[in-house]
């Protein structure tokens, strides 16, 4: 074998190794969210956005904390537990939610079928409702 093609060869085959060490690593890392029949995420279904002073007027809204549902998925835990659009999430089993960012942390540290109490302030008034969570859609692909 020449030089040339000996280093082709050297170079495919580290080619080959760093993809597999990569997808190991990854599959690693995400190994906790996986079951036997594929990838479980813990999904509540609804959009969020951050709750801003401007959506606090804009909603007439006499909460500083929590995030505004901008959109309740249909057929989802939270359609199903009667979460609306324009609701704001306050509480997620009794943790204060402060930001969007902390509501995903939330969810992630959570279990698929796991039911949660949630505090939400719909139409006005501050009620508590049961979520059980579901499987994020795609989370099997």
Known sequence: MTAVKTRAVVIAL?????????????????????????????????????????????????????????????????EIAGLKEGDVIRRLRGVSVTSLNQFGRLIKKMGVREEIRVEILQNGKLIQKSVTLGTRPGAYN
């Open 14 to 78: 580290l080619y080959v190794v760093i993809h597999v060490a990569v997808g190991v690593f990854i599959l690693v890392g995400l190994s906790h969210h996986f079951s036997k029949s594929g990838p479980e995420m813990p999904w509540v279904g609804v959009e969020a956005v951050e709750l801003t002073p401007e959506l606090q007027t804009r909603y007439d809204l006499k909460t500083q904390s929590g995030v505004l549902v901008s959109r309740v998925f249909w057929g989802s835990p939270a």
